[in-house]
Structure formats: C-alpha cells, structure tokens
C-alpha cells in the first residue's frame, strides 16, 4: 500500500543549492530541514524549491551552497496557521539525496507526476492578450489518511480541457514545480513580498 502511495505523487529535480540547512521539526528523534534548491528552466529562468530533508541523508551541520544536488521525493503541503487564517504551505520531501556534479543539472531536470483528485472549483481565465489559464487544486493521497493539496496550472488548450473539471474529478498530471514571487497585502500600508509554489502542467488526464 505505501508503495502506491507513493507512486501517486513522484518529483525528482536537479539544481544548486542555494542555502544552509534551516531546522524545522523532528519525528520519533528523526530531524528534518529545509534547504533551498535552485533549478533553472529552458528560458533561463530560475525557480527556488524548498526541500526538507532528514538529518540521515546527509550532513545537515555541513554548509553546501554551490553544490548540485538530484532529489527525489514527493511534492507535499502543510497547513500553517497565520493571522487568523490557515496558509498551505509546499516543499519536496526528499526519499533520496544525491550530491552531482554540475555537468549533470545541464539538463535542468524538474519533473512531477501526481494523480489525484480535483478538490475546488478550476479558475478558468483569460490574459489582457487572450492567453488562456485555469487553476486548480488537486488533492493526492499520502499513507496514514493525509491527503496533499497541490495548486496546479493550466495554460492553452490544457486550461480549456480543465476548465470542465468538476470538484471530485479524477486526474493525472505531469508537469514541472515552479515558484513565483507575489506581493501580499497585510493592510492598507502594508504589503509583503512572499513566494508561492505551484505545478505548471504540460499534460493532464480525465479518469473516469
């Protein structure tokens, strides 16, 4: 059965590491971490990963900045309570960890597959320029009776295909993990510069 868990929710990524390791919880005497992965994409373009890692794949005391590094994992959420309101909060789960050399992120790999479960009405829109988006939220199952809730987006025919997703649908999607910078308003005179992640899908499949 974990085994299948599993499989429903797989990323593996290549890119440079971008931080020291940031202490963030522990489980039955298991420390884990956060670390910062860089990735680039064909366009140049750089999306900064959160990563957590446990203190048994590697030496969390050492400090890595500018080594590569391939991960494979999982794409997991958490909800994090801020201001009165609950805040989804996403990493990678590293199940293994291997430092590379640089030769081997040239092929900028990021890669994602989930299957899962669409759990809130899809945001179809349109760009100023007519370029066609649509959001989703797609839970997929993790052991124990968790679930991981996962923004994802469509573009072009993808986002017209997902725009007739109805709450409960059944879905495949491969993609790549991205992150994008946005401004969040706290009040009328302030505002905080913050970092969403999300999966950009380059395929998507119905399931009946």
């Not at 479960?117 to 007519?130: A, E, F, N, S």
Request: charged share 25%; with cysteine; proline share 1%.
């Amino acid at each position: 059965m974990a085994d299948k868990i599993f499989e429903n929710n797989q990323v593996s990524i290549i890119g440079e590491i971008v931080s020291d390791f940031q202490y963030s919880h522990e489980v039955y005497g298991e420390g884990f971490y956060m670390v910062q992965v860089s990735v680039s994409r064909l366009s140049d373009f750089v999306d900064y990963i959160p990563v957590m890692v446990s203190e048994r794949l590697i030496d969390v005391t050492q400090n890595y900045e500018g080594q590569y590094v391939y991960v494979a994992g999982q794409f997991r959420s958490f909800n994090r309570h801020e201001e009165r309101k609950n805040r989804l909060v996403l990493s990678v789960f590293a199940r293994e960890l291997e430092l590379v050399e640089k030769q081997d992120a040239d092929s900028a790999s990021n890669q994602i597959y989930l299957d899962g479960y669409i759990c809130k009405d899809t945001v179809y829109r349109k760009t100023p320029l007519g370029r066609e988006i649509a959001d989703l939220l797609v839970a997929v199952n993790r052991s124990y009776g968790k679930s991981d809730y996962i923004p994802c987006i469509c573009w072009g025919r993808n986002a017209r295909f997902a725009s007739g997703f109805e709450v409960g649908s059944h879905v495949q999607i491969w993609g790549r993990i991205q992150s994008r910078e946005y401004v969040k308003k706290l009040s009328d005179t302030q505002a905080e510069k913050r970092v969403a992640y999300e999966v950009s899908v380059s395929k998507i499949e119905f399931l009946d």
